[in-house]
């Protein structure tokens, strides 16, 4: 089992800054890849920001270039920095990490941290 943590989430006024933090604990040795979802009440779960455990990064292109993705291997933690926040970046952000038990392949969440940007 992995157990993720994250902090890191408030309100904050467009064109503010957050950084998110995802600590893992637990079973983590094979974590693959880290990363993070975004989801407004209503609607499913977005990808937003993703880091191997070799440092490739993949993004969703509303965040490309706004949100930076960092991941430090000694703290088992993952970072989203998030600027220029928008209203419409306002969700429930959801960090996930894919751990490799061959053949199988598990998806861990953690309990999410709310981001509420105002206008």
């Known amino acids: 089992q992995v157990q993720l943590v994250e902090s890191g989430g408030g309100l904050v006024q467009t064109g503010g800054s957050l950084r998110l933090s995802c600590a893992a604990s637990?079973?983590?040795?094979?974590?693959?890849?880290m990363g993070w979802y975004g989801q407004t009440p209503g609607k499913k779960r977005d990808f937003v920001a993703t880091?191997?455990?070799?440092?490739?990064?993949n993004f969703a292109d509303s965040v490309q270039g706004r949100f930076p993705i960092s991941r430090d291997g000694a703290k088992n933690t993952v970072y989203l920095q998030m600027n220029s926040l928008q209203p419409e970046d306002t969700a429930a952000y959801y960090c996930?990490?894919?751990?490799?038990?061959?053949?199988?392949?598990?998806?861990?969440w953690g309990q999410g941290t709310q981001v509420t940007v105002s206008s």
């Open positions: 637990g079973s983590i040795y094979r974590i693959l890849t």
């Open positions: 880091i191997t455990s070799s440092g490739s990064t």
């Open positions: 996930y990490a894919d751990r490799n038990s061959s053949p199988n392949s598990y998806r861990y």
